[in-house]
T-cell receptor
Framework: NAGVTQTPKFQVLKTGQSMTLQCAQD?????MSWYRQDPGMGLRLIHY???????DQGEVPNGYNVSRSTTEDFPLRLLSAAPSQTSVYFC?????????????FGQGTRLTVV | GENVEQHPSTLSVQEGDSAVIKCTYS??????FPWYKQELGKRPQLIID?????GEKKDQRIAVTLNKTAKHFSLHITETQPEDSAVYFC???????????FGQGTILTVHP
């Protein structure tokens, strides 16, 4: 199993550009989520999904969209990039099973908006 | 929603000493408390977790304690080694499927 795979690993965008961060998992996990990591602020939840066709907002959703058309994929879209979105982004997945269990993280995407 | 506070933000110890990181949470319904370790440039990885039906859990040099009444939990690392140097995150969950709220992180440095 590859686990959770994120692409790209690094990206530089100009203000106003849009892009999609890709996330795929091969563990058949129902739950998937996106976090951003900024110095001194931990991991903050952007959006999450409990299954195909179901998404919901986390703590910091503004400026981001998600969709979940399959169990495996959970892309994160930046609609109009802003310097405040410069961050490291992590995708994570975990099985649902009625109890919280280990979250498996992707390797991260380091995004710089200039 | 849930709020998790983590202290200290940085911790420096000598090799062989113990290290303790503390977290408090706000939602009394939370019942799952994992700890993640993130090495420089790597992804966070689970090192230990505890559920609200137990007060303490140990795995070799790592232990976690939970006080549900006071709503706080702690990570204890004994006999620290330089390879323990990393950022450690606590988290709380259990009120919504899969959803975790993370603390701000602690940068642990173990000096040889």
């Amino acid at each position: 199993n590859a686990g959770v795979t994120q692409t790209p690993k690094f990206q530089v965008l100009k203000t106003g550009q849009s892009m999609t961060l890709q996330c795929a998992q091969d563990m058949n996990h129902e739950y998937m989520s996106w976090y951003r990591q900024d110095p001194g602020m931990g991991l903050r939840l952007i959006h999450y999904s409990v299954g195909a066709g179901i998404t919901d907002q986390g703590e910091v959703p503004n400026g981001y969209n998600v969709s979940r058309s399959t169990t495996e994929d959970f892309p994160l879209r930046l609609l109009s990039a802003a310097p405040s979105q410069t961050s490291v982004y992590f995708c994570a997945s975990s099985p649902l099973l009625g109890l919280n269990t280990e979250a498996f993280f992707g390797q991260g995407t380091r995004l710089t908006v200039v | 929603g849930e709020n998790v506070e983590q202290h200290p933000s940085t911790l420096s110890v000598q090799e062989g000493d113990s290290a303790v990181i503390k977290c408090t949470y706000s939602d009394s319904a939370s019942n799952y408390f994992p700890w993640y370790k993130q090495e420089l440039g790597k992804r966070p990885q689970l090192i230990i977790d505890i559920r609200s039906n137990v007060g303490e859990k140990k795995d070799q040099r790592i232990a976690v304690t939970l006080n549900k009444t006071a709503k706080h939990f702690s990570l204890h690392i004994t006999e620290t080694q330089p390879e323990d140097s990393a950022v450690y995150f606590c988290a709380a969950g259990g009120t919504s499927y899969g959803k975790l709220t993370f603390g701000q992180g602690t940068i642990l440095t173990v000096h040889p």
